[in-house]
């Protein structure tokens, strides 16, 4: 791929993916990472002092009115070329979420962060990625020539919950999953390709101490998935070593 822009790059498994993609032989030529204070992301900071093709812009994902600003920007990068990846990391897992203890904030935040975000963010830069599209008809569909990749949970699967609880995160990601559906049957036409991915269990903040899963071990696969993904995937939820998962 030529451009990607991922969001929530200053920690975890953004800042992860970020790695990943630099790492790689053929690195994407522009990569957009945003995060909420550049000034405090000191890590991604050093990678995008190694890298010349990594870009740091700020992004509060909650900020909606700035995203017609956001998206000048990542305009003024990626120029004619359009933006061939958009990848909707940022999210956010609240605690003491069980049906006694939920709070209306709580509800509204994540649903605000993890789903209303990834949806106007994908609004507001479709003009790029269709733009990309068009530029590489000759391409199927794939992140070489347009994608949207939201980062979703398996805690989102409504097939898969047999514990209850966890109100605001499943609740949001389960949304964010019908709009990974809508999107796709949305954008077919312009071969935009759109999934929801799952990053098995990982040790971050908010994956906590005892996931089975390193950053690196799940970012460096999601990485191979972005290269995998083709036609058939378009519309599908699939976890970080590619198996597909039920709604
Ligand atoms: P972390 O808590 O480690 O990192 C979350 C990232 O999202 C941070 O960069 C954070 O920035 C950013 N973020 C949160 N709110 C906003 C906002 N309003 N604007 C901009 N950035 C924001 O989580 P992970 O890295 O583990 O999670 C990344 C994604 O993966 C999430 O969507 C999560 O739901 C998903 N996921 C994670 C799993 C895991 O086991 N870790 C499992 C399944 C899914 P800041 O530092 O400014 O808060």
Known sequence: MNSIVVTGCNRGLGLGLVRSLVGRQDPPRTLIATCRDPDKAQELREIAEKHRNVHILSLNVRNYDSFKDFATQVSEIVKDDGLNVLFNNAGVSPKYTRINYVKVDQLLETF???????????????????????????????????????????????ESNKDGGLYPY??????????????ALDLKK????????????????????????????????????????????????YQWDGKQLPW
Request: one cysteine or more; hydrophobic letters at 45%.
């Open 170 to 183: 499943k609740c949001s990601k389960a949304a964010l999953n019908m709009a990974t559906a809508s999107l």
């Open 190 to 237: 312009d071969d935009v390709l759109v999934v929801s991915l799952h990053p098995g269990w990982v040790k971050t903040d908010m994956g906590g101490n005892n996931a089975p899963l390193g950053v690196d071990t799940s970012t460096e696969s999601l990485v191979d998935l972005l290269h995998d993904m083709g036609p058939a995937h378009n519309g599908g939820f």
């Open 112 to 158: 605000q962060t993890n789903t209303v975000a990834p949806i106007m963010l994908t609004k507001a830069l479709l003009p790029l990625i269709k733009k990309a599209s068009e530029k590489n008809a000759g391409l199927k569909m794939s992140c070489k020539r347009a994608a949207i990749i939201n980062m979703s949970s398996i805690l989102g699967s409504i």
